[in-house]
């Protein structure tokens, strides 16, 4: 009876402390953050010591200094490339006052078509058809123009704590990483001395997970860039890499990512007369999100050891529960629960694949 108790009470902690997380999560992220950058980079630092003798701190600096400047090229180079098909780009889309022509154009449209349809002896129920189709169109047409300002001012507004945010996390990963083993140490004295094998397993178990995912993220995200830039070059669009690339990074999004971009893109292309070509651009967008939803499950199941269909369970219950950050939250309630099952500390998740 115990046993049973324990084994219900456990994930029952776990899920209840995923809860407190969500609340939390604003406050705790640059440490989160700054943890899971000190694993990845403890091999290199590790390397420093035994290459070069120097103090751990030392090691610790020089690695972080490294990947700083790294990342400071990379910045460089992709802003200086993005600013260059920027201004392409801006030479050839229509200036702010052409797009707005275009919206007054289809509200003048809309009111105009109305009036000429009292001549045109319609039904009631052809006109109310007409009515609904424009007001459809004009309603889309608001509603992204609408959220393309808003996304772009809540951008800006975010960049400040975007930049907190990494100066923090930066500082932390170093005092992390120099003191780890005290920290360490710290953290596994909280256990009973019976349980700090287990728990070692464990902690072993969720490093390796957490870095599947990222490998497993970073597949989808290729796929995903690799599928917007192979449509983009089919429909001959000359922007094909930059918004192929720029499609990967907002796949990072949950529920929203690329559609920011091929949405609204392919309602203008069709208020403009493309139709084709809006058309198109709604295909290249439902290949990829219908590539990723099947591909989603398998590739972070494989990655970090799951079961697909208990990944997919995971992320539809997180998602509901927490929300966008369920897609994350619901694999590591199952990584964590099936990682303290190997363990030996609880008994779920211990049927054997036939």
Same mark, same amino acid.
């Given at each position: 009876?115990?046993?049973?108790?324990?084994?219900?009470?456990?994930?029952? %902690?776990?899920?209840?402390?995923?809860?407190?997380?969500?609340?939390?999560?604003?406050?705790?992220?640059?440490?989160?953050?700054?943890?899971?950058?000190?694993?990845?980079?403890?091999?290199? #630092?590790?390397? $420093? /010591?035994?290459?070069?003798?120097?103090?751990?701190?030392?090691?610790?600096?020089?690695?972080?200094?490294?990947?700083?400047?790294?990342?400071?090229?990379?910045?460089?180079?992709?802003?200086?490339? +993005?600013? #260059?098909?920027?201004?392409?780009?801006?030479?050839?889309?229509?200036?702010?006052?052409?797009?707005?022509?275009?919206?007054?154009?289809?509200?003048?449209?809309?009111?105009?078509? %109305?009036?000429?349809?009292?001549?045109?002896?319609?039904?009631?129920? /052809?006109?109310?058809?007409?009515?609904?189709?424009? /007001?459809?169109?004009?309603?889309?047409?608001?509603?992204?123009?609408?959220?393309?300002?808003?996304?772009?001012?809540?951008?800006?507004?975010?960049?400040?704590?975007?930049?907190?945010?990494?100066?923090?996390?930066?500082?932390?990963?170093?005092?992390?990483?120099?003191?780890?083993?005290?920290?360490?140490?710290? $953290?596994?004295?909280?256990?009973?001395?019976?349980?700090?094998?287990?728990? /070692?397993?464990?902690?072993?178990?969720? =490093?390796?997970?957490?870095?599947?995912?990222?490998?497993?993220?970073?597949?989808?995200?290729?796929? =995903?860039?690799?599928?917007?830039?192979?449509?983009?070059?089919?429909?001959?669009?000359?922007?094909?890499?930059?918004?192929? $690339?720029?499609?990967?990074?907002?796949?990072?999004?949950? #529920?929203?990512?690329?559609?920011?971009?091929?949405?609204?893109?392919?309602?203008?292309?069709?208020?403009?007369?493309? $139709?084709?070509?809006?058309?198109?651009?709604?295909?290249?967008?439902?290949?990829?999100?219908?590539?990723?939803?099947?591909?989603?499950?398998?590739?972070? %199941?494989?990655? +970090?050891?799951?079961?697909?269909?208990?990944?997919?369970?995971? +992320?539809?219950?997180?998602?509901?529960?927490?929300?966008?950050?369920?897609?994350?939250?619901?694999?590591? #309630?199952?990584?964590?629960?099936?990682?303290?099952?190997?363990?030996?500390?609880?008994?779920?998740?211990?049927?054997?694949?036939?």
């Amino acid at each position: 009876m115990r046993f049973e108790l324990k084994t219900l009470l456990i994930p029952i %902690g776990i899920i209840l402390g995923f809860f407190l997380l969500k609340f939390t999560i604003g406050y705790l992220l640059p440490f989160i953050l700054a943890i899971l950058v000190a694993l990845l980079i403890e091999p290199a #630092v590790q390397f $420093f /010591q035994k290459r070069t003798h120097l103090s751990r701190g030392v090691a610790v600096f020089l690695v972080l200094l490294l990947i700083l400047i790294i990342f400071a090229i990379f910045v460089v180079a992709g802003v200086s490339r +993005i600013y #260059v098909e920027l201004e392409k780009l801006s030479k050839n889309l229509p200036s702010y006052q052409s797009l707005w022509e275009k919206y007054q154009w289809i509200k003048n449209h809309n009111e105009e078509l %109305g009036r000429k349809m009292e001549r045109w002896e319609l039904s009631p129920a /052809q006109q109310e058809a007409v009515n609904r189709i424009l /007001q459809d169109l004009y309603s889309a047409v608001t509603n992204n123009l609408k959220n393309f300002i808003s996304e772009l001012l809540g951008l800006l507004t975010t960049l400040p704590n975007i930049i907190t945010l990494f100066i923090i996390s930066f500082i932390a990963t170093f005092f992390i990483s120099r003191d780890r083993q005290m920290i360490a140490g710290a $953290f596994w004295n909280i256990f009973p001395k019976e349980l700090q094998n287990k728990m /070692q397993y464990v902690k072993n178990e969720i =490093t390796g997970a957490v870095i599947g995912f990222i490998r497993a993220e970073l597949i989808l995200i290729s796929i =995903t860039t690799i599928i917007a830039i192979i449509g983009l070059e089919i429909l001959s669009s000359d922007y094909a890499l930059i918004i192929g $690339f720029a499609s990967g990074v907002l796949d990072l999004i949950p #529920v929203v990512g690329p559609s920011l971009i091929f949405i609204p893109w392919a309602i203008y292309s069709m208020v403009s007369g493309d $139709f084709a070509y809006g058309l198109g651009l709604l295909i290249v967008y439902g290949v990829m999100a219908v590539v990723r939803e099947i591909a989603e499950a398998r590739i972070i %199941g494989k990655s +970090i050891g799951i079961h697909p269909l208990a990944i997919l369970f995971a +992320i539809y219950v997180g998602v509901k529960a927490f929300g966008v950050s369920g897609f994350f939250i619901g694999p590591a #309630v199952v990584v964590t629960l099936n990682a303290l099952t190997k363990a030996g500390i609880i008994n779920i998740f211990a049927a054997k694949r036939e």
